[in-house]
């Protein structure tokens, strides 16, 4: 029996009268940095798998780490953006676990002396504005990768798990919120603003790639319910490795769902991970959560702490780009959009999307027009975030571009997408293969409005009569014929000339 059919969820709107959800959200974020944390294996995505390996980052006996300065550079400028401190000094530590993945059964990481700490940010919701406080940004080194074969797709029940350890070592920050609290039934859309806006402060930022498909951004959604108007916490879950936008906002609000209930039927709520099904949009039971002192940490003895400079520190300061907000207000301002219109394009986390389309060419009207409209609908039959499209922000700009030109129009735009996202090539490859273009024949055109007009003999008498306005049933005609690829205004202009 599936977990959907067993597990009962309390009404969202019945959850929040009775109890009142408490967040802490974390973060992990692959840095792009050319090499590994502590070795100069590279990090480049998708390779054949352990081909990117070495003594340090397999673990292997008497090797010796050596810190990615980059790495260490571009912590400081996260944290620095997120408002954080940065410490005078601060140092590596072990935490010591077993599972395949790690090679060197311990993870090098930051305990209790992390690199940034005591942070905030602003973010907002329908025009609310929610303040998030930063715990900690640390640095640390990421796990291999385990692929486990079977119908599962998951250690339990598998015939057999196979493990790549190309993306072991590679540079991570892990930015941690303190409890975020106050947020009532807007939790799950804070969350996903949250993320939103912290993908986008690091794409400014230059420091990671951001692909949540990918991997290279992470998020562990932690999430407790208390009684309304009770001030401790309840216990607490960790739904592990959501990696999309929208399931940041869903595993959210499956968990309220889950832990009302739970709660409501006199039942005790877990301290464990959780694991996000995407396909269903349920939670499943992992493990029991560990504690700080089951993983026992102790300071790294291979690496000496680290101890930046405060010349360096406002060196990096000095060289962050505009905060997010100042940045959307620029846009906004630049753009000519209402702040509906704003609001809409932030809300459908399509932002970096249209600035990348009008950096490539494109109108702000039309980039936001094909985002927010035929783009955001098909990301939603999909069950997908925007960016996670197979289509770019270039591709966006090309099909207007093609429109401008008036080599096709907006419903062979429509098709030449479905060809993009099909991956059949680039936007003009696709009109090319599929025969796309707006036919610009004059004496064609001429001959397929002739024969609507004769088709259409009570038509021509109004349009003749004065009344243009009939013209639309024969323009809709000669499309019709010519497969929607002519032109509309110059099939209106030849019915004009004919019939005047």
Known sequence: MSTSTTTRLMSFDEALEKFDPVMGLEVHVELNTASKMFCGCPTEFGAEPNTQVC??????????????????????????????????????????????????????????????????????????????????????????????????????????SLVDYNRAGIPLIEIVTKPIVGTGAKAPLVAKAYVAQLRELLLGLGVSDVRMEQGSLRCDVNLSLRPVGQEAFGTRTETKNVNSLRSVERSVRYEIGRQGALLEDGGTVVQETRHWHEDTGVTTSGREKSDAEDYRYFPEPDLVPIAPSREWVEELRGSLPEPPREHRARLQAEWGFSDLEMRDTVGAGALLLVEQTIAAGASPAAARKWWLSDMARRANEQGVDLA??????????????????????????????????????????????????????????????????????????????????AAGALIGAVMKEMRGQADAGRVRELIIEKLS
């Open 55 to 160: 003594p340090v980052c397999l673990g292997l006996p008497g090797a010796m780490p050596v810190v990615n300065e980059k790495a260490v550079e571009s912590a400081m400028r996260i944290g620095l953006a997120l408002n954080c401190q940065i410490a005078e000094w601060c140092r590596f530590a072990r935490k010591n676990y077993f599972y395949p993945d790690m090679p060197k059964n311990f993870q090098t990481s930051q305990y209790d002396e992390p690199i940034a700490f005591d942070g905030w940010t602003e973010v907002e919701v329908d025009g609310e504005t929610f303040r998030v406080d930063i715990e900690r940004a640390h640095m640390e080194e990421d796990t291999g990768k385990s692929l486990h074969v079977g119908t599962s797709g998951r250690i339990h029940g598998a015939d057999y």
């Open 388 to 469: 996670d499209l197979p289509v770019t922000p270039a591709d966006v700009a090309r099909v207007q571009a093609l429109v401008d030109e008036g080599k096709i129009n907006d419903k062979l735009a429509r098709q030449v997408f479905d060809g993009v996202l099909a991956g059949e090539g680039t936007p003009d490859e696709v009109v090319a293969a599929r025969g796309l273009a707006v036919v610009s024949d004059e004496g064609a055109l001429s001959a397929a409005v002739d024969r609507a007009i004769e088709a259409n003999p009570d038509v021509a008498d109004k349009i003749r009569d004065g009344k243009v306005a």
